[in-house]
C-alpha cells in the first residue's frame, strides 16, 4: 500500500522560512520519481518542484524558483522541500506526489499560511 505523509506546515510571516517533510513507504522509493504540488484556495492544484529518483535532476515552477528547495533521503524515505523568503501568494495546502505506473499516489497534503 502506498503511503505519502506530509508534515511540517504552519503559520509564517512573509518573508520567513518553512520547511515541509514528505514520509513514503508501499513502494521502491529509491527507483522514483516525486514531485511537490500545491494547491490555493479557488486555484488548480499546480506543480512546484520535483525531483529525480536519485536526486541529480530537480525542476522548480517559475514562481518558486530560487526561494525553494527540493531534496530527498532515499535511506529513510523522505522528501522535503525548504521554502524560504515565502511570500503571500505561497500560501496552499502542499502534497507530495508519486506516479506509478502512471497512477498518481496523493499525500492528505499540509497546510502552508503566510500571513501578518
Known amino acids: 500500500q502506498v503511503t505519502l505523509v506530509e508534515s511540517g506546515g504552519g503559520l509564517v510571516q512573509p518573508g520567513g522560512s518553512l520547511r515541509l517533510s514528505c514520509a513514503a513507504s508501499?513502494?521502491?522509493?529509491?527507483?522514483?520519481?516525486l514531485t511537490w504540488y500545491r494547491q490555493a484556495p479557488g486555484k488548480e492544484r499546480e506543480l512546484v518542484a520535483r525531483i529525480s529518483s536519485d536526486g541529480g535532476t530537480r525542476d522548480y515552477a517559475d514562481s518558486v524558483k530560487d526561494r525553494f528547495t527540493i531534496s530527498r533521503d532515499n535511506t529513510k524515505k523522505t522528501m522535503s522541500l525548504q521554502m524560504n523568503n515565502l511570500l503571500p501568494e505561497d500560501t496552499a495546502v502542499y502534497y507530495c506526489q508519486v506516479s506509478l505506473r502512471r497512477i498518481p499516489y496523493w499525500g492528505q497534503g499540509t497546510q502552508v499560511t503566510v500571513s501578518t
Open positions: 508501499g513502494f521502491s522509493f529509491s527507483l522514483t520519481g
